[in-house]
């Protein structure tokens, strides 16, 4: 078996003529199919019987048909031509430059922070990509809004869209020097709790996880405590003096780096996967060279901060 592997593999160049006899019923229309003589079909033919040692054809001067071992030849050779086929396919698209549009929703921070910077590169790498991007603070339905790609902060709950993972942040307690000089640094889930004026709406809830010295506990951020959707207006807030709060780490890491922020309450961390970012697209399978070009992109973004 191997040995006629090995024969039939020097000979795969015979297999379209083989099909087009086997779909046409007639040398002749096979030559005409593949532009060649008629001779040159009947050689490819007696070359492949040759080489396996059987019959594949039957043939008359009216007609031909086909025998029970070329009729399994000819089902193998169409998954030859067909695999050929998408191979050429394939190539083709790497060697095309990708055009066309592509639908991302993005949270609004993302948006502002670390993709609008970066859109200038993006555009004079890919001119003929077009990006429409929607951004939002909560996600949205990825079939209702015809959406090729989606990142979204935080765990993930049960989904079948196929997840690729950006960046694995985590949250941040920070504040200003300045409030510093006038209020004592948190040492207590008691004392930080205090100091909390204002979070994150995603982050806005009663029992807060929290891990303080190993210890697992819970923060109330929703009594007594302003909340906005967008973190960047919370970092704002911050700066003007409004107390401590949480940041993930993707919107505060050049502020402390400058001294404008500084974290605090190393020790109370929070839920250590509420501020990863993920991006979810529907499915890999005909999945375009644009939309693998995005995902890249937006992979690349996160392994700069």
């Given at each position: 078996?191997?040995?006629?592997?090995?024969?039939?593999?020097?000979?795969?160049?015979?297999?379209?003529?083989?099909?087009?006899?086997?779909?046409?019923?007639?040398?002749?229309?096979?030559?005409?199919?593949?532009?060649?003589?008629?001779?040159?079909?009947?050689?490819?033919?007696?070359?492949?019987?040759?080489?396996?040692?059987?019959?594949?054809?039957?043939r008359?001067?009216?007609?031909i048909?086909?025998?029970?071992?070329?009729?399994?030849?000819?089902?193998?050779?169409?998954?030859?031509?067909?695999?050929?086929?998408?191979?050429?396919?394939?190539?083709?698209?790497?060697?095309?430059?990708?055009?066309?549009?592509?639908?991302?929703?993005?949270?609004?921070?993302?948006?502002r922070?670390?993709?609008?910077?970066k859109?200038?590169?993006f555009?004079s790498?890919?001119?003929?990509?077009?990006?429409?991007?929607?951004?939002?603070?909560?996600?949205?339905?990825?079939?209702?809004?015809?959406?090729?790609i989606?990142?979204?902060?935080?765990?993930?709950?049960?989904?079948?869209?196929?997840?690729?993972?950006?960046?694995?942040?985590?949250?941040?307690?920070?504040?200003?020097p300045?409030?510093?000089?006038?209020?004592?640094?948190?040492?207590?889930?008691?004392?930080?709790?205090?100091?909390?004026?204002?979070?994150?709406?995603?982050?806005?809830?009663?029992?807060?996880?929290?891990?303080?010295?190993?210890?697992?506990?819970?923060?109330?951020?929703?009594t007594?405590?302003?909340?906005?959707?967008?973190?960047?207006?919370?970092?704002?807030?911050?700066?003007?003096?409004?107390?401590?709060?949480?940041?993930?780490?993707?919107?505060?890491?050049?502020?402390?780096?400058?001294?404008?922020?500084?974290?605090?309450?190393?020790?109370?961390?929070?839920?250590?996967?509420?501020?990863?970012l993920?991006?979810l697209?529907?499915?890999?399978?005909?999945?375009?060279?644009?939309?693998?070009?995005?995902?890249?992109?937006?992979?690349?973004?996160?392994?700069?901060?």
């Amino acid at each position: 078996m191997k040995t006629i592997y090995s024969s039939l593999q020097r000979h795969l160049s015979d297999i379209p003529a083989f099909v087009q006899v086997v779909e046409t019923k007639s040398m002749s229309q096979a030559a005409k199919q593949l532009g060649v003589s008629k001779s040159t079909i009947s050689k490819s033919i007696s070359r492949l019987e040759e080489t396996l040692s059987l019959r594949l054809l039957e043939r008359n001067s009216r007609n031909i048909w086909v025998t029970a071992e070329g009729q399994t030849l000819y089902q193998h050779a169409c998954q030859i031509l067909q695999l050929v086929n998408e191979t050429d396919t394939a190539i083709a698209g790497l060697q095309a430059e990708p055009t066309g549009r592509v639908k991302i929703a993005i949270p609004m921070a993302f948006c502002r922070e670390l993709l609008a910077p970066k859109l200038s590169l993006f555009q004079s790498r890919h001119p003929k990509i077009q990006l429409e991007i929607m951004t939002s603070g909560h996600s949205l339905d990825i079939f209702q809004y015809e959406i090729d790609i989606a990142v979204i902060v935080g765990n993930l709950e049960n989904s079948e869209l196929i997840a690729m993972p950006l960046y694995a942040g985590k949250l941040m307690w920070v504040t200003t020097p300045q409030y510093l000089t006038k209020n004592a640094a948190p040492t207590t889930l008691e004392s930080l709790q205090q100091h909390i004026m204002m979070c994150e709406t995603r982050y806005g809830t009663n029992r807060f996880p929290v891990q303080q010295d190993s210890e697992k506990v819970h923060l109330d951020l929703q009594t007594n405590i302003s909340h906005c959707n967008d973190p960047l207006t919370v970092r704002e807030a911050l700066l003007c003096g409004s107390g401590i709060s949480l940041l993930p780490e993707q919107y505060c890491l050049k502020q402390i780096l400058s001294g404008e922020l500084i974290q605090v309450a190393k020790h109370i961390k929070p839920d250590i996967g509420a501020a990863k970012l993920t991006a979810l697209y529907p499915s890999r399978k005909n999945q375009t060279q644009r939309i693998e070009i995005v995902l890249k992109f937006l992979k690349e973004i996160c392994d700069e901060i």
